[in-house]
């Protein structure tokens, strides 16, 4: 084998592996510039063949380390809040919010990995880029298959995620505001005869 063959496989051995962490590391870049944020989502859920199942509006907030607040008000209220430890899922219409430990309800979707710095997280997913847009795929797809993340600059202009079944759940960014945010945006308080289901481990 000669010396340039020899040293062209080095190179392409060395450069792959590079190739495939740059998106990563531009997204990482990137959401280092956001350790808080909050925007107004309008959201559109379509099947597979693009037909419209839902359509929803709300808020979300996030702030470095796992700490986020996602809020829709439309067509029915229901929040999910992070506090960096535990997770609350409220539905208001039925008076009642279970909780449940971070690493349980954050591991199966990539959309947590805008509040983390967790380096083990994001080792489970692999990252390529088109331009300002990101798409994450998840090394074990139990749940979401792909999330894409698109930046008009330095704001975060839409997301969208896939599931198992191929819909599509796509929020368009509206109010882009970096932080500092409120003290309390990401703290829980149940509301007066709210059921209580706690699944946090003993």
Known sequence: ????????????????????????????????????????????????????????????????????????????????????EDVYLYDPLLEQVSIYDLQDATGQTPLS??????EAEWAAYQVS?????????????DGIQTMAICFDGDAIESLSLVDGQQVETRMTLSRFHTGPLEQGRFTFAAPEGTLVDDQRNP
């Open 1 to 84: 084998m000669t010396k340039l063959k020899t040293l062209t496989l080095a190179f392409g051995a060395l450069v792959a592996p590079l190739a495939m962490a740059a998106p990563q590391q531009a997204l990482q870049a990137k959401l280092a510039q956001l350790p808080e944020f909050e925007a107004q989502f309008e959201q559109v859920v379509t099947d597979p063949d693009g037909t419209l199942l839902q359509q929803g509006q709300g808020s979300l907030a996030m702030a470095v380390p796992n700490r986020f607040a996602w809020h829709q008000q439309a067509p029915e209220e229901s929040v999910i809040l992070s506090d960096g």
């Open 113 to 118: 990995l805008l509040s983390s710095n967790d």
């Open 129 to 141: 880029q088109n331009g300002d847009c990101f798409t994450l795929t998840p090394s074990d797809a």
